[in-house]
């Protein structure tokens, strides 16, 4: 089925009950796919709506299996709505869209779109570092925000989580059940960032409700707001996860390695920029300097075999990826 028809179909099925609980016209909307992933049965849609008024709305559709949790779209929903709960009010431009309505057997969302491009968006568009700083303390800002407007805690940051996660992914790799990039270097990778563990374990992190998918796609960014959307289920976890999800989704794709030293996640302008805006922990937190190395390893396990016979995308960013991983450990470069 092509993608024109999978979007009328998903409409025609389900507009109508969408429709009644948002209060709106059963007459179907103009749509436009933002992103989509899989076929009817299954990855993520995103649909950009148009009303005849000219409102602006987005529906989301889930076909994901999510094995470890099975009522994974309905509690991510939920998730969107407490923000939005805890965040309105602020006089800072903090946004969090609106649920309008949902459909949770079919996990079809409904909301408000978020104002102004994404942040992706902005960054491709971007001319100059002062450009990209900017998007970056605007991100920052938004995930301080967020990171406030719920229950916090400062208290000794544990690395055995994230270790048993290394273990487990790692046994998947040599085992054969993972197919990855250049698999040798991945694992010295490996090697490397559970080395640095006891540099961290132990030592002061804050804690604070997790976004969970905080990346540059699902930040939006207006003149006087900033929006965030495609919430995880509510969670509270070191705030470092947040952190790292979004910097290492920057640096691997826009980051001047010629200008981050040795030992950094980030250049110097850009730790700034995104500090400037993000003040709920700072870059020494435990979390955050222990997290960036196993960010780097989650997001190289997503990338294909050879990723050079693919979309240029996945080739470009195993070499954003190889780049960050050879400064901020740089014993890699001589092994």
Not at 292 to 305: M, N
Request: hydrophobic letters at 45%.
């Amino acid at each position: 089925m092509d993608q024109i028809s999978q979007v009328d179909r998903l409409l025609r099925r389900n507009w109508p009950a969408l429709a009644a609980q948002a209060g709106l016209s059963p007459d179907l909307p103009a749509a436009r796919a933002l992103s989509a992933g899989g076929d009817e049965g299954g990855g993520l849609l995103v649909l950009d709506l148009k009303l005849p008024d000219g409102t602006a709305l987005v529906l989301c559709r889930d076909g994901r299996d999510h094995f470890d949790m099975p009522d994974r779209f309905a509690r991510s929903v939920n998730a969107q709505r407490m923000a939005r709960l805890r965040m309105q009010g602020n006089l800072l431009g903090l946004q969090v869209p609106r649920v309008l309505a949902e459909v949770p057997q079919a996990r079809i969302a409904l909301s408000d779109a978020a104002p102004g491009p994404s942040a992706a968006a902005l960054m491709e568009l971007a001319d100059s570092n002062a450009a990209r700083r900017s998007i970056l303390a605007a991100c920052g800002r938004w995930l301080s925000g967020f990171h406030q407007s719920g229950r916090t805690a400062a208290r000794p940051y544990q690395t055995r989580f994230a270790l048993a996660f290394l273990r487990e992914r790692r046994e998947q790799l040599l085992r054969g059940r993972a197919g990855t990039a250049e698999p040798g270097l991945l694992l010295r990778l490996f090697d490397a960032v559970e080395a640095a563990a006891g540099e961290h374990d132990g030592r002061r992190a804050r804690h604070a409700q997790q976004h969970g998918d905080y990346t540059l796609r699902n930040v939006y960014i207006a003149a006087d707001t900033v929006a965030a959307v495609g919430f995880q289920p509510e969670h509270s976890a070191p705030a470092g996860h947040d952190v790292a999800r979004i910097l290492v989704d920057y640096v691997s794709v826009y980051g001047d390695h010629r200008k981050i030293a040795d030992g950094q996640l980030l250049s110097g302008g850009d730790q700034a920029a995104f500090f400037a805006g993000y003040g709920f922990a700072r870059p020494d937190d435990a979390a955050i300097g222990f997290l960036a190395g196993v960010q780097l390893i989650r997001e190289w396990l997503k990338l294909p075999a050879d990723p050079g016979a693919g979309a240029i995308v996945q080739a470009l960013r195993l070499s954003g990826l190889r780049e960050t991983a050879f400064r901020l450990f740089p014993d890699l470069r001589d092994a």
